[in-house]
């Protein structure tokens, strides 16, 4: 018995990816300064308490830090038993919000603990479809090449998952997660002929349909087309997050100097905060913040490749694409490069239970870490 704890354990006590580690501190701590800055008007037209944002955001930073620290000794290898809960527990989850959700914004995505705690479970929901790939298609690594066996069989598991997430409707979570799948499906040996053949003929058309018959969907399209069509209306926030983008220049009119978090940009502190830093801090602010997330998509990368075994080498991939893709995908919404839609900033949009389960998916990516180190 000792002799198999040892063996399965053997690669706990080592060394974590200490890049990667330091990488995600960085990010976090610009984060935490940078909600502070962007939430301090807000929260003080709205509670009477500039710091009412922050001090929430700094508190589940710490446990998130804890958690993170304890995650990453626990073996990864661990939930690979479990991948097919994963998916059953996020069917389980996307139901009980339709059913005891509350409703902000015209959204059912949200569950309330209490009046002041609450949490997306599409957040979750993101990290344990992560862990059923990981296991389906380790299990399946023999198949994957077919399109019967391969493509179209895991594609279909994912159809129920997207179907509750766009009865919310959380659009945004649903392109995450099926950019996540993709890139776990090529990589596991997929054929990526397959995606471009289902993409173009379904997927597209089906995306155009799901903008078509939502009006607020459509809206959001036009408006991006001629934010200055609509300025006072819909294309506000893109264009107050472009003014403030404008504004800062290279080097940026200061950290806490902003004038378009001052009511201007709705919410400065959650999805658009990524305007504000680049009001305060400028080009080379928000330079710098790229690169780190650079950095950390590398290390991700590298600790897939070295993974020791398959499911490992997937689930790491998977939350290195996670949050890869809300990294781009905020960025482009805040630059109106594409329509706005509700993506955070990892690390610096404010949500506390968001930010504190991504810091349990950067522990087990540790993790991952760990066993890529020779003993």
């Known amino acids: 018995m000792d002799k198999k704890v040892k063996k399965f354990s053997s690669f706990l006590n080592n060394p974590i990816d200490y890049t990667l580690v330091i990488t995600i501190l960085l990010l976090l701590a610009i984060g935490l300064v940078m909600v502070l800055s962007a939430s301090s ?86 990290f344990l479809i992560i862990i059923f790939y990981a296991g389906i298609l380790t299990k399946n690594r023999d198949h994957l090449g077919e399109f019967k066996n391969g493509f179209l069989k895991h594609i279909i598991l994912l159809a129920p998952i997207i179907g509750l997430l766009l009865l919310q409707p959380h659009f945004s979570a649903s392109i995450v997660i099926i950019a996540i799948v993709s890139v776990m499906m090529i990589l596991a040996g997929c054929k990526f002929w397959q995606f471009l053949a289902v993409g173009g003929g379904i997927g597209i058309p089906g995306l155009i349909g799901l903008i078509i018959i939502e009006p607020y969907r459509l809206l959001r399209v ?85 993974s020791p075994d398959m499911f490992g080498s997937l689930v790491a991939i998977g939350i290195t694409t996670l949050v890869a893709v809300q990294v781009i995908l905020n960025i482009a919404v805040v630059t109106s490069s594409i329509p706005a839609t509700g993506i955070p900033l990892p690390f610096f949009s404010y949500g506390g239970t968001a930010l504190f389960i991504l810091l349990c998916e950067m522990g087990v990516l540790l993790n991952i870490s760990r066993a890529s180190v020779k003993s």
């Open 41 to 126: 008007p807000s929260a003080l037209s709205e509670w009477g308490d500039s710091y009412r944002y922050f001090n929430r955001q700094l508190i589940f930073a710490i446990l998130g830090v804890i958690a993170m620290l304890f995650i990453s000794k626990i073996d990864y290898r661990f939930y690979q038993k479990f991948y097919k809960h994963a998916w059953w527990i996020s069917a389980i989850l996307l139901v009980l919000v339709m059913l005891v959700g509350r409703e902000v914004n015209e959204a059912k995505r949200w569950i309330y603990i209490t009046d002041s705690l609450s949490f997306q479970p599409s957040e979750i929901v993101k």
């Open 222 to 306: 036009t408006t991006f087309l001629d934010p200055w069509k609509n300025a006072t209306g819909e294309g506000w926030q893109v264009i107050q997050s472009l003014y403030a983008i404008g504004s800062g220049g290279l080097f940026g009119v200061g950290l806490g100097e902003s004038k378009q978090k001052y009511l201007y940009i709705p919410e400065p502190h959650n999805d658009f905060i990524f305007s504000v830093l680049s009001e305060e801090l400028g080009f080379i602010g928000c330079a710098l913040v790229i690169l780190l997330f650079a950095i950390f998509i590398w290390r991700g990368v590298l600790i897939a490749m070295k």
